[in-house]
């Protein structure tokens, strides 16, 4: 298991951006393919997008394609979330996860979780 801790959320106007970032615990993080998620009130959690254990490969929800970028540093142990022209409709709580698995877009396939960070766009 890794221990997992989002930062980096809070109030924004749309079409603004917001950098999340989520450290890891532990000497194995490049072990583990990370994923972001969210949740918004009253809807289930969804899948945002995902990197795999290089960095070399991600891929994305088709609704932040083009908006939302996901990156690791293996050296830090830390993945991001860059999300540039922000709308109302992003307004959740942005989790990061790990699983030991291929790269998924199944919640159920992830072992690891953050405690989530709230993100709020303005109209």
């Known amino acids: 298991q890794v221990q997992l801790v989002e930062s980096g959320g809070g109030l924004v106007q749309a079409g603004g951006s917001l950098r999340l970032s989520c450290a890891a615990s532990g000497r194995t993080f490049s072990s583990y393919v990370m994923g972001w998620f969210r949740q918004a009130p009253g809807k289930e959690r969804e899948f945002v997008g995902g990197i795999g254990r290089n960095g070399g490969s991600t891929f994305y929800a088709d609704f932040v394609k083009g908006r939302f970028t996901i990156s690791r540093n293996n050296a830090e142990n830390t993945v991001i979330l860059q999300m540039n022209s922000l709308k109302p409709e992003d307004t959740a709580v942005y989790y990061c996860?790990?699983?030991?698995?291929?790269?998924?877009?199944?919640?159920?396939?992830?072992?690891?979780w953050g405690q989530g960070t709230q993100v709020t766009v303005s109209s």
């Open positions: 996860a790990a699983t030991s698995l291929l790269v998924t877009m199944k919640e159920y396939e992830y072992h690891s």
